[in-house]
Protein backbone atom coordinates (compact mmCIF):
# COMPACT_ATOMS: atom_id res chain seq x y z
CA UNK A 1 0.00 0.00 0.00
CA UNK A 2 1.04 3.03 -1.17
CA UNK A 3 1.85 5.44 1.72
CA UNK A 4 0.78 9.04 0.32
CA UNK A 5 3.42 12.01 0.40
CA UNK A 6 2.35 14.13 2.71
CA UNK A 7 1.87 17.74 1.25
CA UNK A 8 4.05 21.01 2.16
CA UNK A 9 0.87 22.43 3.79
CA UNK A 10 -1.07 20.53 5.61
CA UNK A 11 0.14 20.72 8.83
CA UNK A 12 -2.21 22.73 10.70
CA UNK A 13 -0.20 25.51 12.01
CA UNK A 14 0.55 25.61 7.93
CA UNK A 15 -2.47 26.04 6.77
CA UNK A 16 -3.65 28.03 9.62
CA UNK A 17 -0.80 30.63 8.27
CA UNK A 18 -1.85 30.45 4.66
CA UNK A 19 -5.55 30.88 5.43
CA UNK A 20 -4.49 34.03 7.91
CA UNK A 21 -1.99 35.19 4.51
CA UNK A 22 -4.92 34.61 2.37
CA UNK A 23 -7.29 36.73 4.51
CA UNK A 24 -4.40 39.46 4.58
CA UNK A 25 -3.39 39.69 1.14
CA UNK A 26 -7.93 39.52 0.47
CA UNK A 27 -8.16 42.62 2.52
CA UNK A 28 -4.80 44.42 2.82
CA UNK A 29 -5.63 46.88 0.15
CA UNK A 30 -8.93 48.30 2.59
CA UNK A 31 -6.50 49.54 4.89
CA UNK A 32 -4.91 52.40 2.81
CA UNK A 33 -7.52 52.24 0.24
CA UNK A 34 -6.54 54.26 -3.22
CA UNK A 35 -7.67 53.48 -6.53
CA UNK A 36 -6.25 54.22 -9.75
CA UNK A 37 -8.64 55.33 -12.72
CA UNK A 38 -6.75 54.25 -15.45
CA UNK A 39 -6.82 53.23 -19.00
CA UNK A 40 -4.54 51.72 -21.19
CA UNK A 41 -4.56 53.93 -23.74
CA UNK A 42 -1.73 56.80 -23.68
CA UNK A 43 -3.42 59.33 -25.22
CA UNK A 44 -6.30 59.96 -22.94
CA UNK A 45 -5.38 63.08 -20.56
CA UNK A 46 -5.63 63.61 -16.77
CA UNK A 47 -9.17 63.76 -14.99
CA UNK A 48 -10.21 66.17 -11.90
CA UNK A 49 -12.00 64.75 -9.02
CA UNK A 50 -15.02 66.38 -10.34
CA UNK A 51 -15.08 64.68 -13.94
CA UNK A 52 -14.36 61.05 -12.70
CA UNK A 53 -17.79 61.55 -10.45
CA UNK A 54 -19.41 63.14 -13.62
CA UNK A 55 -18.10 60.06 -15.66
CA UNK A 56 -18.93 57.40 -12.27
CA UNK A 57 -22.46 58.71 -12.29
CA UNK A 58 -23.01 58.38 -15.87
CA UNK A 59 -23.70 62.53 -16.19
CA UNK A 60 -20.89 62.36 -18.64
CA UNK A 61 -19.30 60.10 -21.16
CA UNK A 62 -17.09 62.03 -22.99
CA UNK A 63 -13.38 62.89 -22.59
CA UNK A 64 -11.73 64.58 -24.92
CA UNK A 65 -14.53 65.20 -26.72
CA UNK A 66 -14.57 61.58 -27.81
CA UNK A 67 -17.22 58.89 -26.31
CA UNK A 68 -15.62 56.61 -23.40
CA UNK A 69 -16.67 53.19 -22.26
CA UNK A 70 -16.92 52.83 -19.04
CA UNK A 71 -15.64 48.91 -16.94
CA UNK A 72 -16.95 48.39 -13.91
CA UNK A 73 -17.29 45.22 -11.24
CA UNK A 74 -19.89 42.86 -9.84
CA UNK A 75 -22.19 44.02 -7.50
CA UNK A 76 -20.49 41.70 -4.74
CA UNK A 77 -17.21 43.14 -5.48
CA UNK A 78 -15.12 44.56 -2.63
CA UNK A 79 -13.79 46.96 -5.33
CA UNK A 80 -17.18 48.06 -6.31
CA UNK A 81 -18.26 48.98 -2.94
CA UNK A 82 -15.21 50.49 -1.67
CA UNK A 83 -14.66 52.56 -4.54
CA UNK A 84 -18.04 54.33 -4.45
CA UNK A 85 -17.79 55.02 -1.25
CA UNK A 86 -14.73 56.73 -1.44
CA UNK A 87 -15.70 58.70 -4.68
CA UNK A 88 -19.51 59.85 -3.44
CA UNK A 89 -20.45 58.17 -0.57
CA UNK A 90 -23.02 56.17 -2.20
CA UNK A 91 -23.73 52.33 -1.85
CA UNK A 92 -23.48 50.01 -4.72
CA UNK A 93 -26.88 50.06 -4.26
CA UNK A 94 -27.79 53.27 -4.54
CA UNK A 95 -25.16 53.50 -7.41
CA UNK A 96 -27.25 50.89 -9.23
CA UNK A 97 -30.71 53.35 -8.73
CA UNK A 98 -28.82 55.86 -10.45
CA UNK A 99 -27.63 53.51 -13.69
CA UNK A 100 -30.71 52.13 -13.82
CA UNK A 101 -32.66 55.50 -14.30
CA UNK A 102 -30.18 56.54 -17.19
CA UNK A 103 -30.37 52.65 -18.62
CA UNK A 104 -33.78 52.78 -18.75
CA UNK A 105 -34.22 56.43 -19.64
CA UNK A 106 -32.07 55.50 -22.99
CA UNK A 107 -29.38 57.95 -21.72
CA UNK A 108 -26.65 55.96 -21.17
CA UNK A 109 -25.49 52.56 -21.58
CA UNK A 110 -24.59 50.59 -18.62
CA UNK A 111 -20.86 49.75 -18.16
CA UNK A 112 -19.05 46.40 -18.70
CA UNK A 113 -18.86 44.35 -15.99
CA UNK A 114 -15.23 42.43 -15.21
CA UNK A 115 -16.10 39.20 -13.10
CA UNK A 116 -14.76 38.12 -9.93
CA UNK A 117 -12.10 41.11 -8.93
CA UNK A 118 -10.05 39.96 -11.93
CA UNK A 119 -7.87 42.73 -12.77
CA UNK A 120 -5.92 41.05 -15.26
CA UNK A 121 -9.10 40.82 -17.53
CA UNK A 122 -10.01 44.38 -16.84
CA UNK A 123 -6.21 45.78 -18.44
CA UNK A 124 -7.63 42.85 -21.40
CA UNK A 125 -10.71 44.34 -22.15
CA UNK A 126 -9.07 48.06 -21.79
CA UNK A 127 -6.68 47.10 -23.68
CA UNK A 128 -9.01 45.68 -26.84
CA UNK A 129 -11.02 48.86 -26.11
CA UNK A 130 -8.94 51.73 -26.35
CA UNK A 131 -11.70 54.13 -25.59
CA UNK A 132 -12.48 52.43 -22.00
CA UNK A 133 -11.48 53.27 -18.63
CA UNK A 134 -11.88 51.41 -15.63
CA UNK A 135 -10.80 51.73 -11.75
CA UNK A 136 -8.33 48.90 -9.48
CA UNK A 137 -6.75 49.05 -6.49
CA UNK A 138 -3.50 51.14 -7.04
CA UNK A 139 -0.90 48.41 -6.13
CA UNK A 140 -2.65 45.91 -8.68
CA UNK A 141 -2.54 48.19 -11.58
CA UNK A 142 0.09 47.50 -14.35
CA UNK A 143 3.03 49.76 -15.04
CA UNK A 144 2.53 50.44 -18.16
CA UNK A 145 -0.91 51.94 -17.69
CA UNK A 146 -2.14 55.12 -18.29
CA UNK A 147 -3.36 56.35 -14.30
CA UNK A 148 -6.41 59.06 -15.09
CA UNK A 149 -6.47 59.87 -11.50
CA UNK A 150 -5.84 58.52 -8.19
CA UNK A 151 -8.93 58.10 -6.05
CA UNK A 152 -8.21 58.04 -2.18
CA UNK A 153 -10.19 58.79 1.08
CA UNK A 154 -10.50 61.98 2.57
CA UNK A 155 -10.49 63.62 -1.07
CA UNK B 1 -57.38 40.48 -6.66
CA UNK B 2 -55.13 38.57 -8.95
CA UNK B 3 -52.76 36.41 -6.18
CA UNK B 4 -51.55 33.78 -8.74
CA UNK B 5 -50.26 36.82 -10.83
CA UNK B 6 -48.62 38.39 -8.02
CA UNK B 7 -46.62 35.16 -7.46
CA UNK B 8 -45.95 34.99 -10.90
CA UNK B 9 -44.38 38.10 -11.27
CA UNK B 10 -42.16 37.40 -8.05
CA UNK B 11 -40.88 34.21 -8.83
CA UNK B 12 -39.96 35.83 -12.20
CA UNK B 13 -38.28 39.34 -10.07
CA UNK B 14 -36.26 36.61 -7.93
CA UNK B 15 -35.29 34.41 -10.97
CA UNK B 16 -33.96 36.83 -13.19
CA UNK B 17 -32.51 38.66 -10.45
CA UNK B 18 -29.95 36.09 -9.46
CA UNK B 19 -27.22 37.70 -12.30
CA UNK B 20 -24.01 39.16 -10.27
CA UNK B 21 -24.78 42.63 -11.35
CA UNK B 22 -27.04 45.72 -13.00
CA UNK B 23 -25.71 44.65 -16.27
CA UNK B 24 -27.91 43.80 -18.51
CA UNK B 25 -27.81 40.08 -19.95
CA UNK B 26 -24.89 40.40 -23.07
CA UNK B 27 -26.54 38.50 -25.70
CA UNK B 28 -23.75 39.52 -27.96
CA UNK B 29 -21.24 42.45 -27.12
CA UNK B 30 -23.84 44.44 -29.03
CA UNK B 31 -27.27 43.64 -28.11
CA UNK B 32 -28.43 43.76 -24.18
CA UNK B 33 -31.39 43.12 -22.44
CA UNK B 34 -32.14 44.33 -19.64
CA UNK B 35 -35.46 44.85 -17.26
CA UNK B 36 -37.27 45.86 -14.10
CA UNK B 37 -40.05 45.16 -12.24
CA UNK B 38 -42.26 45.90 -9.21
CA UNK B 39 -45.32 44.37 -7.00
CA UNK B 40 -47.11 45.45 -4.11
CA UNK B 41 -49.57 44.73 -1.53
CA UNK B 42 -51.70 47.84 -0.90
CA UNK B 43 -54.48 48.54 0.96
CA UNK B 44 -56.48 51.87 2.09
CA UNK B 45 -59.34 52.69 4.19
CA UNK B 46 -61.31 53.93 1.61
CA UNK B 47 -63.94 52.04 -1.00
CA UNK B 48 -63.35 54.73 -3.71
CA UNK B 49 -60.74 53.88 -5.94
CA UNK B 50 -57.63 56.02 -5.42
CA UNK B 51 -54.98 56.71 -7.97
CA UNK B 52 -55.18 56.76 -11.85
CA UNK B 53 -54.40 53.38 -13.67
CA UNK B 54 -53.89 52.00 -10.09
CA UNK B 55 -57.30 52.16 -7.99
CA UNK B 56 -56.41 51.04 -4.90
CA UNK B 57 -59.37 50.36 -2.83
CA UNK B 58 -60.18 49.10 1.20
CA UNK B 59 -60.29 45.57 -0.61
CA UNK B 60 -56.50 44.34 -0.08
CA UNK B 61 -54.69 44.65 -3.21
CA UNK B 62 -51.88 42.44 -4.90
CA UNK B 63 -51.53 43.44 -8.38
CA UNK B 64 -52.83 47.40 -8.02
CA UNK B 65 -49.06 47.89 -8.62
CA UNK B 66 -47.29 45.72 -10.85
CA UNK B 67 -45.01 46.41 -13.34
CA UNK B 68 -42.70 44.33 -15.40
CA UNK B 69 -40.29 45.69 -18.11
CA UNK B 70 -37.61 44.36 -20.62
CA UNK B 71 -35.43 46.90 -22.63
CA UNK B 72 -33.40 45.29 -26.00
CA UNK B 73 -30.26 47.49 -26.96
CA UNK B 74 -28.83 46.89 -29.94
CA UNK B 75 -25.92 48.71 -31.12
CA UNK B 76 -26.09 48.81 -34.95
CA UNK B 77 -22.96 50.89 -35.56
CA UNK B 78 -20.90 52.90 -33.38
CA UNK B 79 -23.78 55.89 -33.94
CA UNK B 80 -26.56 53.78 -34.76
CA UNK B 81 -28.63 52.52 -31.55
CA UNK B 82 -32.16 50.74 -32.01
CA UNK B 83 -33.81 50.38 -28.69
CA UNK B 84 -37.21 48.66 -27.58
CA UNK B 85 -38.65 48.50 -24.40
CA UNK B 86 -41.97 46.40 -23.85
CA UNK B 87 -43.87 47.13 -20.24
CA UNK B 88 -46.66 45.31 -17.95
CA UNK B 89 -47.83 49.06 -16.96
CA UNK B 90 -50.11 48.55 -13.65
CA UNK B 91 -52.81 48.85 -15.95
CA UNK B 92 -51.99 45.88 -18.29
CA UNK B 93 -53.04 42.79 -18.34
CA UNK B 94 -50.24 40.36 -18.53
CA UNK B 95 -51.29 39.20 -21.77
CA UNK B 96 -51.35 42.81 -23.58
CA UNK B 97 -48.33 44.79 -22.52
CA UNK B 98 -47.64 48.04 -23.74
CA UNK B 99 -44.44 48.90 -26.08
CA UNK B 100 -43.33 52.05 -24.42
CA UNK B 101 -40.56 53.11 -26.62
CA UNK B 102 -39.35 51.62 -29.95
CA UNK B 103 -36.86 54.22 -31.22
CA UNK B 104 -33.88 54.36 -33.22
CA UNK B 105 -30.78 57.12 -32.39
CA UNK B 106 -28.08 58.77 -34.30
CA UNK B 107 -24.91 60.34 -32.44
CA UNK B 108 -23.79 63.14 -34.66
CA UNK B 109 -20.62 64.91 -32.55
CA UNK B 110 -23.01 66.63 -29.38
CA UNK B 111 -26.25 65.72 -31.40
CA UNK B 112 -28.36 62.68 -30.75
CA UNK B 113 -31.31 62.37 -32.83
CA UNK B 114 -34.52 59.55 -32.57
CA UNK B 115 -37.34 58.72 -34.41
CA UNK B 116 -40.41 56.22 -33.41
CA UNK B 117 -41.82 55.73 -29.71
CA UNK B 118 -40.68 57.67 -27.31
CA UNK B 119 -41.14 58.71 -23.45
CA UNK B 120 -41.89 62.21 -22.81
CA UNK B 121 -39.35 64.03 -20.63
CA UNK B 122 -41.48 66.22 -18.37
CA UNK B 123 -41.08 65.27 -15.02
CA UNK B 124 -37.57 64.12 -13.12
CA UNK B 125 -38.55 60.92 -12.96
CA UNK B 126 -40.84 60.81 -16.25
CA UNK B 127 -38.56 59.29 -18.35
CA UNK B 128 -37.83 56.08 -15.58
CA UNK B 129 -41.75 56.44 -14.31
CA UNK B 130 -42.08 52.42 -13.92
CA UNK B 131 -38.48 51.57 -12.40
CA UNK B 132 -38.93 51.68 -8.91
CA UNK B 133 -35.65 50.50 -8.28
CA UNK B 134 -34.25 53.88 -9.45
CA UNK B 135 -36.02 56.12 -6.93
CA UNK B 136 -36.58 55.86 -3.33
CA UNK B 137 -40.68 56.32 -3.17
CA UNK B 138 -42.94 53.02 -4.34
CA UNK B 139 -44.81 55.31 -6.43
CA UNK B 140 -43.71 58.99 -7.59
CA UNK B 141 -45.78 61.48 -6.19
CA UNK B 142 -49.23 61.06 -8.47
CA UNK B 143 -50.23 65.21 -7.61
CA UNK B 144 -47.37 65.64 -10.45
CA UNK B 145 -47.09 62.70 -12.11
CA UNK B 146 -50.92 62.21 -12.61
CA UNK B 147 -51.26 65.88 -14.21
CA UNK B 148 -51.40 64.38 -17.89
CA UNK B 149 -53.79 61.28 -16.90
CA UNK B 150 -51.00 59.04 -17.20
CA UNK B 151 -49.95 59.40 -20.60
CA UNK B 152 -46.10 58.22 -20.91
CA UNK B 153 -44.96 58.15 -24.15
CA UNK B 154 -45.66 59.98 -27.82
CA UNK B 155 -45.07 58.67 -31.35
CA UNK B 156 -42.68 61.18 -33.01
CA UNK B 157 -39.04 62.58 -32.83
CA UNK B 158 -36.48 64.37 -30.75
CA UNK B 159 -33.28 65.70 -30.65
CA UNK B 160 -30.87 66.18 -27.91
CA UNK B 161 -27.97 68.59 -27.59
CA UNK B 162 -25.70 67.83 -24.48
CA UNK B 163 -22.73 70.11 -23.87
CA UNK B 164 -20.18 69.37 -20.72
CA UNK B 165 -20.10 73.14 -19.92
CA UNK B 166 -16.82 72.19 -17.29
CA UNK B 167 -15.77 69.64 -15.74
CA UNK B 168 -18.59 69.44 -13.40
CA UNK B 169 -21.35 70.95 -15.03
CA UNK B 170 -23.47 69.40 -18.30
CA UNK B 171 -26.52 70.63 -20.42
CA UNK B 172 -29.28 69.01 -22.50
CA UNK B 173 -31.44 70.48 -24.25
CA UNK B 174 -34.15 68.19 -26.03
CA UNK B 175 -37.01 69.59 -27.80
CA UNK B 176 -39.44 66.92 -28.95
CA UNK B 177 -42.59 66.87 -31.86
CA UNK B 178 -45.44 63.79 -31.30
CA UNK B 179 -47.51 63.08 -33.46
CA UNK B 180 -51.61 62.99 -33.58
CA UNK B 181 -52.27 59.78 -31.55
CA UNK B 182 -55.33 58.43 -29.32
CA UNK B 183 -54.71 57.62 -25.79
CA UNK B 184 -57.21 55.01 -24.08
CA UNK B 185 -57.53 55.53 -20.32
CA UNK B 186 -59.92 53.29 -18.17
CA UNK B 187 -61.32 54.89 -15.36
CA UNK B 188 -63.41 51.70 -13.18
CA UNK B 189 -65.28 50.88 -15.95
CA UNK B 190 -65.13 53.72 -18.37
CA UNK B 191 -63.16 53.99 -21.33
CA UNK B 192 -61.43 57.77 -21.28
CA UNK B 193 -60.24 58.58 -25.27
CA UNK B 194 -57.67 61.56 -25.19
CA UNK B 195 -56.56 61.97 -29.11
CA UNK B 196 -53.46 64.85 -29.62
CA UNK B 197 -53.34 66.37 -32.65
CA UNK B 198 -49.89 68.54 -31.59
CA UNK B 199 -47.70 67.44 -29.39
CA UNK B 200 -44.56 69.50 -29.41
CA UNK B 201 -42.02 70.51 -26.13
CA UNK B 202 -38.58 71.43 -24.73
CA UNK B 203 -36.90 69.96 -21.75
CA UNK B 204 -33.80 70.98 -20.60
CA UNK B 205 -31.09 69.84 -17.70
CA UNK B 206 -28.54 71.30 -15.91
CA UNK B 207 -26.69 68.84 -14.13
CA UNK B 208 -23.88 68.19 -11.72
CA UNK B 209 -22.88 65.22 -10.41
CA UNK B 210 -24.70 65.39 -7.16
CA UNK B 211 -27.74 67.68 -8.67
CA UNK B 212 -29.70 68.46 -11.32
CA UNK B 213 -32.20 70.92 -12.40
CA UNK B 214 -34.92 70.53 -15.05
CA UNK B 215 -37.23 72.53 -17.16
CA UNK B 216 -39.66 71.13 -19.23
CA UNK B 217 -42.24 72.91 -21.78
CA UNK B 218 -45.21 71.49 -23.90
CA UNK B 219 -48.08 72.58 -26.00
CA UNK B 220 -50.91 69.62 -27.32
CA UNK B 221 -53.85 70.57 -28.47
CA UNK B 222 -56.15 67.77 -27.64
CA UNK B 223 -60.42 66.35 -27.31
CA UNK B 224 -62.12 63.72 -25.32
CA UNK B 225 -63.83 61.14 -26.69
CA UNK B 226 -64.07 62.71 -29.99
CA UNK B 227 -65.62 65.81 -28.72
CA UNK B 228 -66.12 68.96 -30.84
CA UNK B 229 -64.41 71.07 -28.06
CA UNK B 230 -60.34 71.38 -28.56
CA UNK B 231 -58.50 72.25 -26.06
CA UNK B 232 -54.74 73.32 -25.68
CA UNK B 233 -52.48 72.59 -22.97
CA UNK B 234 -49.32 74.69 -22.37
CA UNK B 235 -47.55 72.93 -19.24
CA UNK B 236 -44.41 74.11 -17.60
CA UNK B 237 -42.95 71.93 -15.14
CA UNK B 238 -39.49 72.83 -13.08
CA UNK B 239 -37.61 70.48 -10.50
CA UNK B 240 -34.86 69.88 -8.73
CA UNK B 241 -32.75 66.75 -7.42
CA UNK B 242 -29.61 67.52 -4.74
CA UNK B 243 -27.71 64.52 -3.38
CA UNK B 244 -25.95 66.08 -0.16
CA UNK B 245 -24.03 63.73 2.33
CA UNK B 246 -26.53 60.62 2.99
CA UNK B 247 -29.72 63.17 2.27
CA UNK B 248 -31.54 63.21 -1.19
CA UNK B 249 -33.48 66.27 -2.04
CA UNK B 250 -36.11 66.28 -4.39
CA UNK B 251 -39.00 68.72 -5.65
CA UNK B 252 -40.64 69.78 -8.81
CA UNK B 253 -43.72 72.12 -9.65
CA UNK B 254 -46.13 71.30 -12.52
CA UNK B 255 -48.54 74.52 -13.93
CA UNK B 256 -51.16 74.76 -16.60
CA UNK B 257 -53.84 76.52 -17.27
CA UNK B 258 -56.11 74.14 -15.32
CA UNK B 259 -53.95 73.01 -12.77
CA UNK B 260 -50.78 73.85 -10.59
CA UNK B 261 -49.19 70.90 -8.49
CA UNK B 262 -46.39 69.98 -6.52
CA UNK B 263 -44.21 68.07 -4.10
CA UNK B 264 -41.14 68.31 -1.90
CA UNK B 265 -39.68 64.68 -0.64
CA UNK B 266 -36.47 64.31 1.21
CA UNK B 267 -34.86 60.74 1.96
CA UNK B 268 -32.08 60.06 4.35
CA UNK B 269 -29.63 57.12 3.67
CA UNK B 270 -28.20 54.84 6.57
CA UNK B 271 -26.34 52.00 4.75
CA UNK B 272 -29.46 49.73 3.45
CA UNK B 273 -32.11 51.57 4.69
CA UNK B 274 -33.69 54.62 3.07
CA UNK B 275 -36.33 56.79 5.30
CA UNK B 276 -38.13 59.41 3.28
CA UNK B 277 -41.57 61.53 3.51
CA UNK B 278 -42.90 63.84 0.70
CA UNK B 279 -45.55 66.31 0.89
CA UNK B 280 -47.06 67.18 -1.81
CA UNK B 281 -50.35 69.62 -3.13
CA UNK B 282 -52.58 69.84 -5.66
CA UNK B 283 -54.66 72.82 -7.26
CA UNK B 284 -57.73 73.63 -9.02
CA UNK B 285 -57.82 70.09 -11.24
CA UNK B 286 -56.69 68.24 -8.63
CA UNK B 287 -57.36 69.78 -5.20
CA UNK B 288 -55.80 67.54 -2.51
CA UNK B 289 -52.82 67.42 -0.36
CA UNK B 290 -50.86 64.21 0.77
CA UNK B 291 -47.96 63.26 3.14
CA UNK B 292 -46.39 60.01 2.39
CA UNK B 293 -43.81 58.67 5.28
CA UNK B 294 -41.78 55.22 4.09
CA UNK B 295 -39.02 53.04 4.46
CA UNK B 296 -37.00 51.24 1.94
CA UNK B 297 -34.53 48.69 2.85
CA UNK B 298 -32.01 47.00 0.23
CA UNK B 299 -32.23 43.07 0.11
CA UNK B 300 -29.31 43.23 -2.50
CA UNK B 301 -27.84 45.48 -5.07
CA UNK B 302 -30.65 45.26 -7.21
CA UNK B 303 -33.65 43.75 -4.99
CA UNK B 304 -35.13 46.65 -2.68
CA UNK B 305 -38.52 46.76 -0.29
CA UNK B 306 -40.65 49.72 0.43
CA UNK B 307 -42.79 50.03 3.41
CA UNK B 308 -45.13 52.99 3.09
CA UNK B 309 -47.73 55.27 4.62
CA UNK B 310 -49.68 57.81 2.85
CA UNK B 311 -52.28 60.30 3.71
CA UNK B 312 -54.45 61.45 0.85
CA UNK B 313 -57.24 64.43 1.19
CA UNK B 314 -59.41 66.06 -1.05
CA UNK B 315 -58.91 70.00 0.02
CA UNK B 316 -61.96 71.31 -1.62
CA UNK B 317 -65.16 71.62 -0.50
CA UNK B 318 -67.23 71.54 -3.46
CA UNK B 319 -69.65 68.24 -3.79
CA UNK B 320 -68.15 66.08 -6.22
CA UNK B 321 -64.60 67.01 -5.99
CA UNK B 322 -62.42 63.64 -6.22
CA UNK B 323 -58.57 64.78 -5.81
CA UNK B 324 -56.62 61.92 -6.84
CA UNK B 325 -59.42 59.84 -6.57
CA UNK B 326 -60.78 58.41 -9.58
CA UNK B 327 -64.32 59.08 -8.93
CA UNK B 328 -66.16 61.63 -6.45
CA UNK B 329 -66.30 59.81 -2.94
CA UNK B 330 -69.81 60.82 -2.70
CA UNK B 331 -70.60 57.77 -5.05
CA UNK B 332 -69.45 55.12 -2.75
CA UNK B 333 -71.33 57.18 0.10
CA UNK B 334 -67.16 57.36 1.52
CA UNK B 335 -65.52 60.11 3.34
CA UNK B 336 -62.46 62.54 0.97
CA UNK B 337 -59.69 61.19 2.46
CA UNK B 338 -57.35 57.81 2.45
CA UNK B 339 -55.25 56.33 4.66
CA UNK B 340 -53.05 53.91 2.03
CA UNK B 341 -50.44 51.23 3.62
CA UNK B 342 -48.03 49.22 0.64
CA UNK B 343 -45.27 46.89 1.00
CA UNK B 344 -43.83 46.86 -2.31
CA UNK B 345 -40.68 45.03 -3.88
CA UNK B 346 -38.70 46.32 -6.51
CA UNK B 347 -35.94 45.04 -8.94
CA UNK B 348 -33.74 45.51 -11.81
CA UNK B 349 -31.68 42.84 -13.99
Given at each position: ?????????????????L????????????????????S??????????????????????????????????????????????????????Q?????????????A?L?H???????????????????????A????????????????K?? | ????????????????????????????????????????I??????T?????????????????????I?????????????????????????D???????????????????G??R?????A??????S????????????????????F??G??????????????????????S???????????????????????????????????Y?????????N???T???????S????L?????????????????????????????????????A????????????PG?????????????E???????????F?????????????????????????N?I?
Amino acid sequence: MNKKKPSMLTSPPQTLLLLWFTFISTFAYAEDTKFAVFSMNPDLPKISNSKVRMIYKGKTDKLNNKKIELADWENNSRYKEEFYKILLGKTVSQVNGYWASLAFSGKASLPHIIDGDNVDELVSWLKENTHGIGYAPSPLVPEDANILITIEKGQ
Amino acid sequence: MNFPKHIISSIIALTLTSTPALAAIEITPDFNLSGFGSTSIAKSDNKTPLYLNREITDDTCYDCDTIFGIQLDYDITDDLAASLQWVKRPQDEWSDPEVEWAYLSYDISDLTVRGGRLRLPLFLASQYYYVSQAYYWSRPPQEVYDSIAGITFYDGGDITWKRDLSDELSLSVNPFYGSNRTYSIEITDIKVDIETDLLIGLAMDLSGYDYRFHYAYMRSKYNVNGGDTTTTLNLHSFGYELSWKQFQFMSEVETDSTQTNWYVSTAYNINDFTTYVTYAEGHQAIPSQSITPGVRYDITPTISVNLEYQYENITSNEPFSQGLFVLPPELYSEKKDANLVTFMVNFIF
